[in-house]
Nanobody
Framework: QAQYLESGGGSVQAGGSLRLSCTAS????????MGWFRQAPGEERGGIAS????????YYRDNVKGRFTISRDNIKNTLYLQMNNLKPEDTATYYC??????????????WGQGTQVTVSS
């Protein structure tokens, strides 16, 4: 069964940067598309970025495009999210998971503990 361990969250001021990491195990990481998701208080969890198996095709929601960069290391079984120019509306718990390729839809219903990102104005 897939397992995910997210890290790298924290508290920053608006305009700051964070780099999230997600170490995956329990499946053939290089064979699956991956994505980052986030859930703000009172809202549903939703996908914000995804990446294909080779790391060559990336997809971003409009509200993070140009500020966030998703990448992956298939040797280390690790997914990354570089977040720049953070805004208060980026405050949420961030999760990673397998996705249906070229979409923001999670493949399965397994989630890690997530990592909290708090952006103050």
């Amino acid at each position: 069964q897939a397992q995910y361990l997210e890290s790298g969250g924290g508290s920053v001021q608006a305009g700051g940067s964070l780099r999230l990491s997600c170490t995956a195990s329990g499946f053939v990481y290089a064979a699956d598309c991956m994505g980052w998701f986030r859930q703000a208080p009172g809202e549903e969890r939703g996908g914000i970025a995804s990446i294909d198996t080779a790391g060559q095709k990336t997809y971003y929601r409009d509200n993070v495009k140009g500020r966030f960069t998703i990448s992956r290391d298939n040797i280390k079984n690790t997914l990354y999210l570089q977040m720049n120019n953070l805004k208060p509306e980026d405050t949420a718990t961030y999760y990673c998971a397998k996705t249906y390729c070229h979409t923001y839809s999670p493949l399965g219903n397994t989630w890690g503990q997530g990592t909290q990102v708090t952006v103050s104005s």
